[in-house]
């Protein structure tokens, strides 16, 4: 047995355990514990566990707040642990290769903590205050950070709008969270001047870096969410065309080169009716996709007819693919969350429940809890500390 490693077919069998049984060999002895620990035995525990331990992290709320109470549901949406952030009020921001960023929930404000967090080892950190722009006396001065969903605050002649993302650098294996404050001056209800604020976190520099590109557009008021895909943030946003009419579009960033890139909606989604359909981002077949749902007319039956398009690459370019379309009537679906773990379309029933849908067999899984689900992310178990 090597003095860094155990031997192979030991080697192999401990990377197989959940993090729970590892924590707890930890204290058999302090070999055990130098061995777990082993930077090395964590990257390959974790590499393992993108491809085996996918589950789902499912919060709970009560009331307009979402608690601090957490549960780790297999595929099946069983629940095989109950997990607790010590800070309650908190809300997901994204979830990705075992950690999870989460921000503190104060509404109508764009200025407030962030955490990283691993709900399987328990252990977090508190991400520091950034530098925020000061749109009226041009100066810096410090805040905490701001939300990934559109939050409007009047600040004094200026109406701002903030949206964050969390993903992974693999050129410089980091952690990284994207923040843009996006501000507009109000002037006789009019918006004319706009101003851009964009920094970058890395977690393993712990520190703030500001970067200098504008960016010529907003998040899209109906849309709430950031994914990560290949190293880039990608999320729904508003951008003003030079007719003066205002598209919907996507927006990614990639951490890596630190550049913006801009996809138009499939075509057919700007030649119809807006009314009653809203455009939501996700990931899936490990590509980026939209979920187009249709509310009825009396808008009482939550999701109606929705549709999922997918980008795919074919010879260097890229477009889009109108997948399949469900009707989701019957199944009393009000809310999009995203897609699961196996491709299914992931949302929260009129009774705040989690469910999974399977547009391919028609199979609904239902999570087993009385609890009202304030949002579902797909997790991977791993040792990767934050």
Request: charged content about 20%.
């Amino acid at each position: 047995m090597s003095k860094s490693l155990p031997a192979k077919s030991m080697l192999e069998t401990l990377l197989k355990l959940p993090v729970k049984t590892l924590t707890r060999f930890k204290c058999v002895s302090k070999q055990w514990h130098s061995v777990i620990s082993n930077p090395t035995f964590v990257a390959l525990h974790a590499k393992l566990s993108e491809s085996t331990n996918k589950c789902y992290l499912v919060q709970y709320k009560e009331g307009n707040y979402s608690e601090n109470n957490f549960s780790l549901c297999n595929s099946n949406l069983v629940q095989f642990d109950e997990v607790k952030f010590p800070i309650n009020s908190t809300q997901i921001v994204s979830s990705c290769s075992g950690l999870v960023c989460l921000l503190l929930n104060t509404f109508y404000s764009c200025h407030f903590p962030m955490f990283v967090w691993n709900p399987s080892t328990r252990k977090y950190k508190k991400i520091p205050s950034h530098k925020s722009f000061d749109w009226e006396k041009e100066q810096y001065r410090s805040s905490a950070t701001a939300s990934f969903i559109w939050e409007k605050e009047m600040k004094g002649s200026f109406a701002t709008f903030a949206i964050t993302g969390f993903g992974y650098d693999h050129r410089t294996s980091d952690f990284k969270i994207l923040l843009i404050v996006h501000a507009r001056e109000v002037a006789s209800e009019q918006f004319r001047r706009e101003y851009s604020d964009i920094q970058v976190y890395s977690l393993k520099n712990n520190c703030w870096r500001r970067i200098q590109p504008n960016v010529p557009c907003i998040p899209c008021l109906s849309s709430n969410s950031t994914v990560h895909l290949n190293g880039a943030v990608h999320w729904m946003a508003i951008r003003k065309e030079s007719d003066g009419t205002n598209k919907d579009i996507i927006v990614s960033f990639n951490f890596g080169d630190e550049t913006f890139r801009y996809r138009k909606l499939p075509d057919c989604l700007y030649n119809t009716d807006h009314i009653h359909r809203e455009r939501s981002i996700g990931i899936l077949e490990k590509s980026i996709a939209l979920f187009v749902s249709c509310h009825s007319e009396d808008n009482t039956a939550g999701l109606g007819i929705c549709t999922v398009y997918v980008m795919k690459e074919n010879i260097g370019a890229e477009h889009w693919i109108n997948l399949f379309t469900v009707d989701l009537r019957a199944q009393f679906a009000w809310q999009y969350l995203g897609f699961g773990a196996n491709d299914e379309v992931m949302l929260r029933n009129d009774d705040g429940e989690l469910v999974l849908y399977d547009h391919k067999t028609q199979e609904v899984v239902q999570c087993e809890s009385s609890n009202w689900v304030a949002n579902a992310v797909i997790y991977t178990e791993n040792l990767v500390s934050p």
